[in-house]
């Protein structure tokens, strides 16, 4: 077959007639392209690829048509539309690997980690232990890892509103017992027993 366009080249492989631009360079041909076509040459690595990796036992991901626009989630393996990524200027689609859901996932479990130690799992079993519930108010859910800011060691996970409160009474025992007994209706008047230091009426 000969090409009818004058920009046009045939694809020995799927005998098409296509763009020079569908072509990558070869600069050893007498016209500087390659015989076969780009989408030719990406079936033929991709079918290599495969076989490759199957002969050595490894599992290989089914090849997914992604749409215009779109783009598949190498971590969830969902085919989302652009809108779904954050933005990478060095990645050649300008796209990050991963969607804006999964790299949200993934920054929760890193931020557990970094600040409090624990994997998500330990977290959730933490959770099951109080019930699912706040352990401070045991009504809400608990929502909020709480640490000792001192020591750095996990007290228990709070709800959005107890998680809070004890970081306005800053962390003081003292301040929530006397939160406490204001509540329950027992006024209290300070009674200087050291410089800075107040004792509870008995």
Request: overall charge positive; aromatic content about 4%.
């Amino acid at each position: 077959m000969v090409a009818e366009e004058p920009n046009a080249k045939e694809c020995r492989k799927c005998g098409r007639d296509l763009p020079r631009a569908a072509f990558a360079r070869d600069r050893n041909r007498r016209d500087g392209l390659q015989v076969h076509c780009r989408e030719c040459v990406a079936e033929y690595s991709a079918a290599h690829y495969r076989r490759h990796q199957e002969a050595m036992g490894k599992a290989v991901r089914e090849r997914v048509d992604v749409p215009e626009g779109h783009k598949l989630c190498r971590t969830c393996g969902l085919v989302k539309p652009h809108a779904e990524w954050h933005r990478n200027a060095t990645a050649s689609d300008g796209l990050c690997t991963s969607c804006k859901a999964c790299r949200s996932t993934k920054g929760r479990a890193d931020h557990l980690k970094r600040n409090y130690g624990l994997t998500e799992a330990e977290r959730d079993a933490m959770i099951a232990a109080q019930y699912g519930l706040c352990a401070i108010c045991l009504d809400a859910p608990p929502v909020h890892v709480d640490h000792c800011h001192k020591t750095g060691r996990v007290r228990g996970v709070l709800c959005f509103n107890c998680n809070s409160a004890i970081g306005k009474l800053r962390d003081k025992p003292d301040a929530a017992r006397r939160a406490a007994a204001y509540l329950e209706g027992n006024l209290w008047k300070p009674t200087l027993v050291a410089p800075g230091v107040y004792q509870l009426p008995s």
